[in-house]
């Protein structure tokens, strides 16, 4: 493979929802690049396709057309088994309803996504510790999510992302449901993650959370409205 190869490059990426008898087009020719190591926040408005975009990119939905090459190899019509695989081994998600198991502990949340890979249950545990230090968290490892505040759970959130070491970190409206100095405190813990080596794609409507990242695509109608 060429070195020089994007991690990501979609062409003519379409997605279309059938209900009944219609059907809605969200995504209408999406073409992008997305490199090694980027920053990038894909922002606008609700209903302009970003959410679902972010869906295909992490191998969570399948595009209705056009092609969708990662690391070179075209995945839109790859089996779902190797789809899972490469969705495990390169991507972790953060969302904006957090997602966490309300009746476990911090640490147990972290681990979950471990839970089905070959790596030794004390190795799991530690690395998830170490996380939820990094994430600032270190005092409440055994609290459940109801005992934590907002963003205390999207920092439990993250390093459940980062449990399995990913590649990419796909964040959809991280900070929707924070106060402001919150959010805040989230963003930068995005930049220090991007810092780490890792490619982060922000799903925003945010004109000032998008400024966080090192380059801004605007999503309008389904198409892509810059580069």
């Known amino acids: 493979m060429r ?5 990501i490059r979609l062409h003519n990426i379409e997605k279309t929802f059938t209900l009944g008898e219609l059907d809605i087009e969200v995504l209408r020719g999406v073409s992008l690049n997305i490199e090694r190591g980027e920053f990038v926040a894909l922002r606008g408005a609700s209903g302009s396709g970003k959410s679902t975009l972010m869906h295909i990119l992490g191998l969570l939905d399948r595009p209705t057309g056009g092609h969708y090459l990662l690391q ?22 953060i969302f904006q309803t957090f997602y966490l198991i309300p009746y476990v502990s911090a640490l147990e949340n972290v681990i979950l996504p471990g839970l089905y890979s070959a790596t030794p249950a004390r190795h799991l545990r530690q690395r998830a510790e170490e996380l939820l230090s990094q994430v600032g968290l270190a005092d409440r490892l055994h609290f459940r999510p109801g005992q934590l505040s907002g963003g205390q759970q999207q920092r439990v959130a993250m390093a459940r992302a980062l449990l399995n070491d990913p590649q990419v970190l796909l964040a959809d409206e991280p ?3 924070l106060d402001s100095a919150t959010s805040a405190e989230i963003m930068t813990l995005l930049e220090t993650i991007h810092a780490q080596g890792r490619t982060v794609i922000l799903v925003t ?18 198409l892509v409205r810059n580069r």
């Open 3 to 7: 070195t020089d190869t994007p991690l």
């Open 72 to 93: 070179g190899e075209d995945v839109a019509g790859l089996p779902d088994d190797r789809l899972s695989a490469l969705r495990n081994r390169l991507f972790g998600f």
């Open 205 to 222: 409507h945010d004109a000032a959370t998008a400024e966080c990242a090192g380059r801004e695509v605007l999503l309008h109608d389904g």
């Open 175 to 177: 900070t929707g449901q």
